[in-house]
Antibody
Framework: EVPLVESGGGLVQPGGSLRLSCAAS????????MHWVRQTPGKGLVWVSR????????TYVDPVEGRFTIFRDNAKNTLFLQMNNLRAEDTALYYC????????????WGQGTLVTVSS | SYVLTQPPSVSVAPGKTARMTCGGD??????VHWYQQKSGQAPVLVIF???DRPSGIPERFSGSNSGNTATLTISRVEAGDEADFYC???????????FGPGTKVTVL
């Protein structure tokens, strides 16, 4: 069973919006800090955003601050990333990942959803 | 912001030992995690907290961390170990997560 399944990616024009979802199963979602990590094709991993177990604390990497919003629904075991004012440089494969605490390893990963920003 | 460095590539013959480094300023004072990413797949955690192995990861994978260098070692390398390997730390000064650029391991 795949612990995390992302969806919501697609082709969007610059300035547009997308909402990514990440459905969790097989572990106690509410006990995990959750993250979004992106990877440009052929490049490395870049952490994008983090949310605390209860959703009260969020953190973002500088390039997405003010444009992206991470949130979660623990009742539905789902993580989200609302992406607004998208830029070409946001084009990437977006993974969701889970860690037991804010300073611990990313134990669970999804398979990723591809976001392409292009006119 | 905190920066991690990794050699772009490491080549190793089957059955031999592969060692790859992850460099950072006083990285020994931080906790390092390592991920393996095979072609077309999601990353998988192979070492956490410098040297611990998650369940299901072979004992051939080991890690160490001291001074300015963390090291991932793969003993008795197999063809199936071919992948990109990324080190990662939590940068407490910026409260951000940092990945190294990755090392591509090629099994000859």
């Amino acid at each position: 069973e795949v612990p995390l399944v992302e969806s919501g990616g697609g082709l969007v024009q610059p300035g547009g919006s997308l909402r990514l979802s990440c459905a969790a199963s097989g572990f106690t979602f509410r006990n995990y800090w959750m993250h979004w990590v992106r990877q440009t094709p052929g490049k490395g991993l870049v952490w994008v955003s983090r949310i605390s177990r209860d959703g009260s604390t969020t953190t973002y990497v500088d390039p997405v601050e003010g444009r992206f919003t991470i949130f979660r629904d623990n009742a539905k075991n789902t993580l989200f990333l609302q992406m607004n004012n998208l830029r070409a440089e946001d084009t990437a494969l977006y993974y969701c990942a889970g860690s037991r605490d804010y300073d611990e390893s990313f134990d669970y990963w999804g398979q990723g959803t591809l976001v392409t920003v292009s006119s | 912001s905190y920066v991690l460095t990794q050699p772009p590539s490491v080549s190793v013959a089957p059955g031999k030992t592969a060692r790859m480094t992850c460099g950072g300023d006083d990285i020994g004072s931080k906790t390092v995690h390592w991920y393996q990413q095979k072609s077309g797949q999601a990353p998988v955690l192979v070492i956490f907290s410098d040297s611990d192995r998650p369940s299901g990861i072979p004992e051939r994978f080991s890690g160490s961390n001291s001074g300015n260098t963390a090291t991932l070692t793969i003993s008795r390398v197999e063809a199936g170990d071919e992948a990109d390997f990324y080190c990662q730390v939590w940068d407490n000064s910026g409260d951000h997560y940092v990945f190294g650029p990755g090392t591509k391991v090629t099994v000859l």
